[in-house]
């Protein structure tokens, strides 16, 4: 289940001086980031370093994608018959992390898909595919098709085929490694689990995509757990 007091929750931790100082000495190579209105938005030295070290990773993704000056923000260049992915920096074996997606601009195009991979799921496909969940090593929400994708497999329309989903709206991710589940919330309204049954093993947040010149934002909220 999803819980719609993440950020208040996460925001009430109290900023110890250590982190503040670990920011400052960053700070020179930071000013891209800190100026970023996704980190302005978040609370304390601490929470922003966090999503520092969770963002996406550059040299863990397809060669059509670069990641922007903010740290947090992917672009998929304008590449014709293809499909993109990334994966972020850090996976995760234990506890209960939560992050946010936004899909910015232009569209989702036919296939944009949300969700986690192993680090041995591929990041590039030739078309248009739903490449998050096209095998045993992904497990996407494509809100292209409102679909759930896993081992090569479209699953139940998720969350229901009608709903509307606009440009800009942020797709709060739920990774429970403990109970082995992967929900969904769009804008803080829960969507409920999407997959049961995760395997025991590393799952980084990951994100696929078609649509020339996107940008796509990973913003890593934190975790309970050890």
């Known amino acids: 289940m999803v819980c719609r007091r993440w950020h208040t929750t996460l925001d009430e931790v109290k900023d110890s001086p250590i982190w503040k100082q670990a920011l400052m000495r960053k700070k020179s190579s930071l000013t891209s980031f800190l100026?970023?209105?996704?980190?302005?938005?978040?609370?304390?030295?601490?929470?922003k370093l966090v999503a520092l070290e969770n963002a996406w990773n550059e040299?863990?993704?397809?060669?059509?994608?670069?990641?922007?000056?903010n740290k947090l923000t992917f672009y998929r260049m304008p590449v014709a018959q293809s499909t993109d992915a990334i994966r972020g920096k850090c996976g995760y074996l234990n506890g209960l992390h939560y992050w946010t997606v936004i899909w910015h601009k232009p569209s989702y195009g036919s296939n944009a898909v949300v969700g986690v991979a192993t680090a041995e799921e591929n990041l590039h496909g030739t078309g248009?595919?739903?490449?998050?969940?096209s095998s045993c090593e992904s497990w996407g929400w494509d809100i292209s098709e409102r679909v759930l994708r896993h081992d090569g497999k479209e699953l139940v329309g998720y969350p229901v085929r009608y709903m509307e989903i606009k440009i800009g709206q942020r797709f709060g991710v739920t990774l429970d490694m403990d109970e082995g589940t992967l929900s969904f919330d769009l804008d803080g309204f829960p969507l409920g689990v999407a997959f049961r049954d995760l395997p025991p093993c590393q799952l980084f947040p990951a994100v696929s995509a078609v649509f020339g010149m996107t940008e796509v934002s990973l913003v890593y909220h934190g975790y309970i757990g050890s």
């Open 35 to 47: 100026r970023s209105s996704l980190v302005q938005e978040l609370h304390g030295a601490k929470t």
């Open 59 to 69: 040299t863990d993704c397809s060669d059509n994608i670069k990641i922007l000056e």
């Open 128 to 133: 248009y595919c739903g490449l998050l969940g």
